[in-house]
């Protein structure tokens, strides 16, 4: 069975940073990318990455967030860095093995997703 599993979020002083790690069973994924999904909005793209290392990041988040992936172990980590309150949300992994577009919610695999909370 194909697993996704998210960790490290947490609460967090606005400014802080947090690092989020996903593993995924398996052989290694084409595309692995961070959604998240705050209270009464629609899930949203924050950033991908391919296996070759093409990355993107949705212009919210540029700067402050990097996303990278070890395909080895297949996970994908996501530093996030000056976090502020409106980062608050659910984060959520996504992976696909075909090469998705990277802005959509059409990946094939989800995790159940990490709270991440950061305060004023």
């Known amino acids: 069975q194909v697993h996704v599993v998210e960790s490290g979020g947490g609460l967090v002083q606005a400014g802080g940073s947090l690092r989020l790690s996903c593993a995924a069973s398996?052989?290694?994924?084409?595309?692995m990318a961070w959604f998240r999904q705050a209270p009464e909005k629609e899930r949203e793209f924050v950033a991908a990455?391919?296996?070759?290392?093409?990355?993107y990041y949705a212009d919210s988040v540029k700067g402050r967030f990097t996303i990278s992936r070890d395909n080895a172990k297949n996970t994908v980590y996501l530093q996030m860095n000056s976090l502020k309150p409106e980062d608050t949300a659910v984060y959520y992994c996504a992976a696909d093995y075909g090469a998705t577009d990277v802005y959509r919610r059409n990946y094939a695999y989800w995790g159940q997703g990490t709270q991440v909370t950061v305060s004023s």
């Open positions: 990455i391919r296996s070759g290392g093409s990355t």
């Open positions: 398996g052989r290694t994924f084409s595309t």
